[in-house]
Structure formats: C-alpha cells, structure tokens
C-alpha cells in the first residue's frame, strides 16, 4: 500500500528524471571554472546576459562547427570538460540570476516584444555565420 502523502500531486521536481551522467560531466565545468579560471560559487554573484550568451555560443561553435568535444583551455590545465557541459552551465547562469535576481539583463530585445519572422528558411550553416559575426 501506499503512503497516502505520495497519493498527492504536490508539484515537486521529479530529479529521478534528470540524466545523472550529464549531471556529472557539467559539475566537471563547474569544478573547472570555480578551481581555475574564478573562484568557489563565483558564479552566485551573478553575470552580464550578454556574456554569458556569447560564452555558450562560442562552446557550441567550437563543438558542432570545429569539431571539438572538450574545451582547450580546460584541457591544457588539467581538466577535461566536454564543451556543451561549459554551454550548460553558462545557460544555467542566467537562469539562476534571473531566479536569485542579480543577473545584469542586458538583453537589446525587451520581454514581449515581436520576435521577426522571414518567409525564407535559413539553413543551420546560414545561422552559424550570421552568430559568427558576433562572437
């Protein structure tokens, strides 16, 4: 028989969904930035949008466009860190500063605005060169 607490929809994350694997390889980014490049849960204090975007960017360039698993940086001292794990972990960033309130919103697009649409499709190629130009 069941307890009858567990009969209740209460709304709580179910973390026996997430993908523990991944979960290790992104605490492998998270163990990299906070022991080499900054310092322990530096990364509570909060961050600019816009760099944390170009960051991810330039780890999902480097992985689907270059061909590269782990970031060479990384690499080079010591850690082995896949790059989506890094892109991860930038985008968890801003979750967590738009959560805790003190990540720098410097988004040029304002909330509800209209997003532009083309009747042309553009392939993936077409979007990483547009990207490109950014980073």
């Known amino acids: 028989m069941t307890a009858p607490k567990n009969n209740v929809e209460e ?3 179910d973390y026996s969904e ?6 290790a390889e992104d605490t492998r980014a998270y163990t ?15 961050f600019s949008t816009s760099n944390l975007i170009r960051a991810t960017l330039s780890h999902v360039i480097a992985y ?3 061909g590269e698993k782990y970031d060479k940086e990384a690499l080079e001292a010591g850690h082995q860190v896949h ?4 892109a991860r972990f930038n985008l968890a960033c801003i979750i967590d500063g738009e959560i805790r309130g003190n990540g720098l919103d410097d988004r040029y697009a304002q909330e509800n605005k209209e997003i532009p649409t083309t009747k042309k499709k553009r392939s993936w190629r077409d979007v990483w060169k547009i990207i490109k130009e950014f980073i």
């Not at 906070?34 to 322990?40: D, F, L, N, P």
């Not at 790059?83 to 890094?86: A, G, P, T």
Request: zero cysteines; aromatic letters at 22%.
């Open 11 to 13: 709304n709580k994350p």
């Open 18 to 23: 997430l993908p523990f694997r991944v979960l």
């Open 32 to 46: 990299y930035g906070s022991q080499v490049k900054y310092y322990r849960n530096s990364w509570k204090e909060g």
């Open 64 to 66: 689907y466009e270059y």
């Open 83 to 86: 790059h989506l794990s890094m």
